[in-house]
């Protein structure tokens, strides 16, 4: 292997980790920024994501426990780093039925990821998890 080849391979892997940084940047902007708009009591702000093959999501919900209702929801969907948040009006509604609302089958499975990690930050624990 040539000294250019080598240097081209440190680029590119060089690109795509400054290209990762900035969507988790992104990432923990919009959280910061979604959590300090909708801060007040009995709200959670909790976050699922769903892996693909080839295209993923990840999903923002704010939930009203006491309502059980998704009062905000923001989701990123896509296949390259370039992805960013979109508000998602169709997921908001009901806790039950949010994940059936969703447009793709990457949203459904994020949505259903952020709907389980908020019953397992109130206590509730799904039946046949072992916990």
């Known amino acids: 292997m040539t000294w250019q080849a080598v240097v081209a391979i440190v680029a590119v892997f060089g690109l795509a980790m400054l290209l990762g940084w900035f969507q988790h940047r992104a990432y923990r902007t919009t959280v910061d920024r979604v959590a300090a708009q909708e801060h007040r009591p009995g709200v959670a702000l909790v976050s699922g994501r769903a892996k693909g093959v080839l295209?993923?999501?990840?999903?923002?919900?704010?939930v009203d426990r006491g309502a059980q209702r998704v009062v905000r929801a923001l989701v990123m969907?896509?296949?390259s780093v370039f992805a960013r948040f979109r508000e998602a009006p169709e997921l908001?509604?009901?806790?039950?039925s949010a994940a059936d609302r969703a447009r793709?089958?990457?949203?459904r499975k994020a949505v259903a990821d952020a709907l389980d990690r908020s019953r397992r930050l109130s206590g509730v624990v799904r039946a046949g998890r072992g916990r």
């Open 55 to 62: 295209r993923g999501a990840v999903a923002i919900l704010v």
């Open 77 to 79: 969907e896509g296949a």
């Open 92 to 96: 908001v509604g009901p806790v039950a």
């Open 104 to 107: 793709s089958a990457a949203r």
